[in-house]
Structures are given as C-alpha cells and as structure tokens.
C-alpha cells in the first residue's frame, strides 16, 4: 500500500486531469472521482491517507462528503476545495472532519501544504499573513447571514437591513482572493 495515496474529487474533468498529473509528478498516487459515490466506492476499496475533495460536485456537496470519507478512514486527511470560499463553509467544512480548507485557484504546493506535508524549507512567515480587506469582510459576513437564512436572499436582505437587489448585486460579485 502507497504511504501516499490521494483520493482527488472534483467534478471539473480538465481541473482533476491537471492537478492529478501535478501531484503524481510529487510522488502522490493519485486516484480520482467525479462524484460523491464515486469517490466513497473507491475510498472503501483504495484507503487512500490523503483526499482533497470540491466543494461543489455535481449532484452533492464535498461538505457532505467529508463526515463520509472521514467514517471510511478517521486518520484520512481531508482538504476542500471551493472556487466560493467563504468562512462560514470553511468552519463547516473543519467541523464535519477536514483537515484543511483551500479557495481556488489553488497552486499545488498549497495543496501538499494543506495535506500537513509541506516544502522543506516552506514554513510560512509571520508576514505571509494579511488582514481581509474591507469587502471581503462584507463577504464573509453576507455569506454567514445567507446560511443562516438556508439560502433566503429576501430573508438575509431583512436580516441586513439591505435592499433585496443590492444583496443580489453583491452576491454576484465575486471576492478579491486575499
């Protein structure tokens, strides 16, 4: 059994292909699913040590994917991906068993970092670090009273004190990655 086996599911075939062949060309054996019972089938079978898993597949969330992965394999490290990163999924994703929690786009040393397996000499300094702009704070915080409206735009416009098509305008718009 490779000590290094990476379950990598997504439902973008072009991005699997690419990050796959990039992890492999690290040492990852790579095995690859484009759906959640894909990815579960294969996790029962391969026990992979490692995966990073979209947070938004086809017919499911890589959200509800995690506590699955993580009952197949409690010791399995999980990263998300999310191309809509937000702080409230992150701290959902972290709560329901990933290791790691990754807005794309993502470069593939970022994700063997998150894996815990990082670049000799890597270490993050302190000054890697930056505030959140003020916008993407807004961000965030639209995001948090979203979910806890489960998704109601009217419902979050009240709870902001926003008109419903200015929430609508910022909802379109897509953060600045910091």
Do not use: C
Request: aromatic share 4%.
């Amino acid at each position: 059994m490779s000590s290094r086996r990476l379950l990598l599911v997504d439902d973008d075939t072009a991005f699997l292909q690419v990050l796959s062949r990039a992890l492999e060309r690290r040492g990852f054996e790579v095995l690859t699913a484009e759906t959640a019972d894909e990815a579960l089938a294969t996790a029962r079978v391969a026990r992979p040590q490692f995966a990073v898993v979209d947070l938004k597949l086809q017919e499911s969330s890589g959200l509800d994917l995690v506590p699955q992965l993580a009952e197949i394999d409690p010791n399995m490290v999980i990263v998300v991906l999310t191309g809509y990163g937000s702080i409230t999924t992150a701290v959902t994703a972290i709560k329901r068993g990933a290791a790691n929690y990754l807005s794309k786009p993502v470069r593939v040393e970022e994700v063997i970092s998150a894996l815990g397996e990082p670049k000799p000499g890597a270490a993050p300094k302190e000054d890697d670090y930056s505030p959140m702009s003020v916008e993407r704070v807004e961000w965030e915080h639209i995001q948090k009273v979203l979910q806890e409206n489960d998704g109601n735009i009217s419902a979050t416009a009240r709870s902001l004190g926003m008109h419903r098509r200015t929430l609508q305008r910022k909802l379109a718009k897509k953060p600045r990655s910091e």
